[in-house]
Structure formats: structure tokens, C-alpha cells
């Protein structure tokens, strides 16, 4: 188990709980917490709260024979779901989201690359590979963007970012991640914006590569 | 009222956290919750006795819970009706160790709603350490349903409009950032409880390897 030092804000472990975080955030928080046993606690916590807001709920009247359907479907077989295991490096939310095959990496130059893993309104994730020593352009950001390390580590402006360790970044975070020496580095990104970048070549190629 | 015969559970050697011999899943004088004594008569012995209160105890709170986040009458049942299903069928992930009954059927009735209105699986984390050699323990399962009747005690204390914004935060009605200054509930020791059983998982397991 990784020594984790940077985690997921306690609001945003409520906001997974209740499920009102954008599928690509609920993607990070979700690998986290496959490596962080103080996430899971806080995320139980928020369980324990929404379980005693559920006691307490005022009941409502169910339609007549609702429970007698239910009762006859008890031995009904149900709709195996798929159950995607980590796998290598890879946690459960990653594997879910790259459908149990392994990455399809895209070159985006200076060794640096990517695989999509999720497109939609509430934002993109994406795997990003990194060279050691490598350094992602100097970018900010018009959203929010969460970071997780799987592989190697990185370092930044604001501290060391090891195996299970998530960066966060907003409109405030201007920083230049660096690859550290080892093994390549390997995040899960998420963002709810478009990233900026500072370098104009990077800008250019940004709708081509969609970082 | 159901009793849970604990002397052969199907595919378990023990019952972790009760007495294999007893029928009551009693310690230092105090018992379980009803929520638990039904959730695990239908892990263990798939009793439909069981499964039938909890449903009347249950089902009809769920639905009043589902609506209070906006959907219809319609919607709700068909969520509740997801939800009792799923409860039945994934039973054997329920672990009172880890999460109170009413903890675990809250995650599960968020995810199933969201699944079933957004169309998309929800990612769900890995489970930290399974733990075949771990001893019985039920003192774990009182203290995290102490701490989660605190919890209930503190919600039914509340004024009725912070009751109401933490139950919009709670069904996911709020944004992050509004929950984050806004919930001021008791967490802390629930957290500590968790967290206290998750650490004795870690020590059993490193015993093991």
C-alpha cells in the first residue's frame, strides 16, 4: 500500500457518495479510493450519514402489489454485470473504463501519451503517460482538474506526486509537472474544461490532440 | 421477529463478529440493529421472512427518500423497486464491519438511481483487503451502529431547512463546494470507527502474508 499524502477533499467524497460528481471525477475519486484507506473511511462516513438521512426519510405509500413483484422476481437470474479487477497498475475504475483491455496509447510528442477514456458534458478523462524527466508544457487550467499518479511519480510547483497521491488543480494552479527519474510516469487526468496551454505549440496542437 | 441461525452459514465457516453458537447477535448486553439482523439473515440463510420485513420496514422510506431528490412517483418506484432487487442479490458484499446496514443501502440506492437516470455505470473503488483469517469481532459492528444512531439523533435535531439542504446534499442535489461549508454533522468518530476497522484489516492482513 503507497504512502498517499494528497487526497481527495472531504466535500468531494460526500459529492461522490451522493453521486453529483461528473463521471470523469467519479472516475478519479473512485481509483483513490482503491488505494487510500483514510478516503474510504471518510467515504464511509458520508454512507453513514445518507443511510441515517434515509431512516429518518417520511414514508411514502407504495402502489398496491409492488411488493408481490418484487417477491416473484427474487429467483429470477439477474443480468450478470461485468466486474472489471484491477489489473497491474491499473485500478478497478480504469480497467471499468478501458473495458478490461489494456491501453491504446496515442503519440502526442516528446514521448508524452494519451488514451482517452471518457468524452462527455461533464468533462473528458484520460491516461497519460509521461518519460521520466519529462515535462508536461506549462499549463493552466479553465476548470477543475484532478490528477492521479499510477505509475512512477511527479513533481510540481506544490509538492511530490507518488502512486495514489491526486493533484488538484483550478483556475489558481499555474505549474509545470515534471516526470521524477524511474519509471515512466502514468496518471489518470480528469477535467471538466478544456486545459490551456502557455507554449504556443502545445495551444496549436491542443484541438488536434484534444488535451 | 426474524432470528438468525448462525451455527451453518452457507459457504462461511463463522459468522465474523458473532458468537457461532448463539442465535442473537448480542454483545456487552446490547443487541444489533434490526436493519442488520434482517440484511444478514438474507446474506446468510437467503431468508425470505427476512427479506419480506425488510422490505415493509424499508421500501416505503426509499421511496419517500427518492422523492425528496425530485423524481416522480413513478421514477421512485421503479428506483425502489431496482434497489430492493439489487439488495437481494448483493447481499453477500454487505459487511457490517465495514458499513451499518442503512450505509450500505444508501450507496446502493445512489448508484442504482444514478445508473438508471444517467445510463451510465457508475466507477466504484476497489476493495481494500478481503479478510478470510479475520477473527469474530461484533464489538466493531456495535460501535459503528452507536456512532450512526448518534448520527441519526444529530439529523433529527435539526432545524427542518438544514435538514432539508443536507438531505439535497446527500441526494446529490447540491454542488461540492455548497456541501462543503454546509454539513455540519458528526462525522469525525463515524470516520474514526471505519477507519479503526479498516486498520485492524490491514494488521490482519500483514499477519497473514
Given at each position: 500500500?503507497?504512502?498517499?499524502?494528497?487526497?481527495?477533499?472531504?466535500?468531494?467524497?460526500?459529492?461522490?457518495?451522493?453521486?453529483?460528481?461528473?463521471?470523469?471525477?467519479?472516475?478519479?475519486?473512485?481509483?483513490?479510493?482503491?488505494?487510500?484507506?483514510?478516503?474510504?473511511?471518510?467515504?464511509?462516513?458520508?454512507?453513514?450519514?445518507?443511510?441515517?438521512?434515509?431512516?429518518?426519510?417520511?414514508?411514502?405509500?407504495?402502489?398496491?402489489?409492488?411488493?408481490?413483484?418484487?417477491?416473484?422476481?427474487?429467483?429470477?437470474?439477474?443480468?450478470?454485470?461485468?466486474?472489471?479487477?484491477?489489473?497491474?497498475?491499473?485500478?478497478?475504475?480504469?480497467?471499468?473504463?478501458?473495458?478490461?483491455?489494456?491501453?491504446?496509447?496515442?503519440?502526442?510528442?516528446?514521448?508524452?501519451?494519451?488514451?482517452?477514456?471518457?468524452?462527455?458534458?461533464?468533462?473528458?478523462?484520460?491516461?497519460?503517460?509521461?518519460?521520466?524527466?519529462?515535462?508536461?508544457?506549462?499549463?493552466?487550467?479553465?476548470?477543475?482538474?484532478?490528477?492521479?499518479?499510477?505509475?512512477?511519480?511527479?513533481?510540481?510547483?506544490?509538492?511530490?506526486?507518488?502512486?495514489?497521491?491526486?493533484?488538484?488543480?483550478?483556475?489558481?494552479?499555474?505549474?509545470?509537472?515534471?516526470?521524477?527519474?524511474?519509471?515512466?510516469?502514468?496518471?489518470?487526468?480528469?477535467?471538466?474544461?478544456?486545459?490551456?496551454?502557455?507554449?504556443?505549440?502545445?495551444?496549436?496542437?491542443?484541438?488536434?490532440?484534444?488535451? | 421477529?426474524?432470528?438468525?441461525?448462525?451455527?451453518?452459514?452457507?459457504?462461511?465457516?463463522?459468522?465474523?463478529?458473532?458468537?457461532?453458537?448463539?442465535?442473537?447477535?448480542?454483545?456487552?448486553?446490547?443487541?444489533?440493529?434490526?436493519?442488520?439482523?434482517?440484511?444478514?439473515?438474507?446474506?446468510?440463510?437467503?431468508?425470505?421472512?427476512?427479506?419480506?420485513?425488510?422490505?415493509?420496514?424499508?421500501?416505503?422510506?426509499?421511496?419517500?427518500?427518492?422523492?425528496?431528490?425530485?423524481?416522480?412517483?413513478?421514477?421512485?418506484?421503479?428506483?425502489?423497486?431496482?434497489?430492493?432487487?439489487?439488495?437481494?442479490?448483493?447481499?453477500?458484499?454487505?459487511?457490517?464491519?465495514?458499513?451499518?446496514?442503512?450505509?450500505?443501502?444508501?450507496?446502493?440506492?445512489?448508484?442504482?438511481?444514478?445508473?438508471?437516470?444517467?445510463?451510465?455505470?457508475?466507477?466504484?473503488?476497489?476493495?481494500?483487503?478481503?479478510?478470510?483469517?479475520?477473527?469474530?469481532?461484533?464489538?466493531?459492528?456495535?460501535?459503528l451502529e452507536q456512532e450512526a444512531e448518534q448520527l441519526k439523533l444529530a439529523i433529527q435535531q435539526l432545524q427542518p431547512d438544514q435538514k432539508e439542504m443536507i438531505e439535497k446534499a446527500y441526494l446529490g442535489e447540491l454542488t461540492h463546494q455548497e456541501i462543503s461549508s454546509r454539513t455540519g454533522l458528526p462525522l469525525g468518530t463515524v470516520k474514526s470507527r471505519i477507519r479503526l476497522g479498516l486498520g485492524r484489516?490491514?494488521?490482519?492482513?500483514?499477519?497473514?502474508?
Open positions: 500500500m503507497p504512502a498517499i499524502t494528497h487526497h481527495i477533499p472531504d466535500a468531494m467524497i460526500a459529492a461522490y457518495a451522493a453521486g453529483s460528481l461528473p463521471h470523469a471525477f467519479a472516475m478519479v475519486v473512485a481509483s483513490h479510493l482503491s488505494y487510500c484507506r483514510d478516503c474510504q473511511a471518510a467515504l464511509g462516513a458520508h454512507q453513514s450519514a445518507g443511510g441515517a438521512l434515509l431512516e429518518t426519510a417520511q414514508s411514502e405509500e407504495l402502489s398496491p402489489g409492488m411488493k408481490a413483484s418484487v417477491m416473484a422476481m427474487l429467483d429470477e437470474p439477474a443480468m450478470p454485470e461485468p466486474v472489471y479487477d484491477a489489473r497491474g497498475i491499473y485500478p478497478g475504475p480504469v480497467m471499468q473504463a478501458l473495458k478490461g483491455g489494456a491501453p491504446r496509447w496515442r503519440t502526442l510528442g516528446m514521448g508524452v501519451k494519451q488514451n482517452i477514456l471518457y468524452e462527455g458534458d461533464g468533462g473528458s478523462a484520460r491516461l497519460l503517460y509521461i518519460p521520466a524527466g519529462q515535462a508536461v508544457p506549462d499549463h493552466s487550467h479553465n476548470g477543475l482538474e484532478l490528477t492521479l499518479v499510477l505509475q512512477g511519480s511527479f513533481s510540481d510547483e506544490t509538492g511530490r506526486f507518488g502512486v495514489g497521491d491526486v493533484e488538484i488543480g483550478d483556475e489558481d494552479l499555474e505549474h509545470t509537472p515534471v516526470a521524477d527519474a524511474g519509471d515512466p510516469c502514468i496518471c489518470l487526468a480528469a477535467t471538466d474544461a478544456p486545459l490551456r496551454f502557455n507554449a504556443l505549440m502545445p495551444r496549436l496542437l491542443q484541438p488536434l490532440f484534444r488535451i | 421477529m426474524v432470528t438468525v441461525n448462525l451455527d451453518s452459514p452457507p459457504g462461511r465457516e463463522t459468522l465474523r463478529g458473532i458468537s457461532p453458537r448463539g442465535t442473537a447477535a448480542v454483545s456487552n448486553g446490547k443487541a444489533f440493529s434490526q436493519l442488520t439482523i434482517w440484511m444478514l439473515a438474507v446474506r446468510d440463510q437467503r431468508d425470505r421472512a427476512a427479506f419480506s420485513a425488510l422490505f415493509d420496514h424499508l421500501a416505503p422510506r426509499l421511496k419517500g427518500f427518492v422523492i425528496r431528490s425530485g423524481a416522480s412517483s413513478a421514477l421512485a418506484e421503479e428506483i425502489v423497486q431496482d434497489v430492493m432487487l439489487t439488495i437481494w442479490r448483493k447481499a453477500s458484499q454487505f459487511d457490517p464491519h465495514r458499513a451499518q446496514a442503512s450505509a450500505w443501502i444508501y450507496q446502493i440506492a445512489r448508484n442504482r438511481h444514478i445508473d438508471i437516470v444517467r445510463k451510465e455505470h457508475r466507477p466504484v473503488p476497489d476493495e481494500l483487503g478481503e479478510d478470510p483469517g479475520l477473527e469474530p469481532d461484533a464489538s466493531q459492528i456495535l460501535g484489516l490491514r494488521k490482519e492482513l500483514k499477519g497473514l502474508r
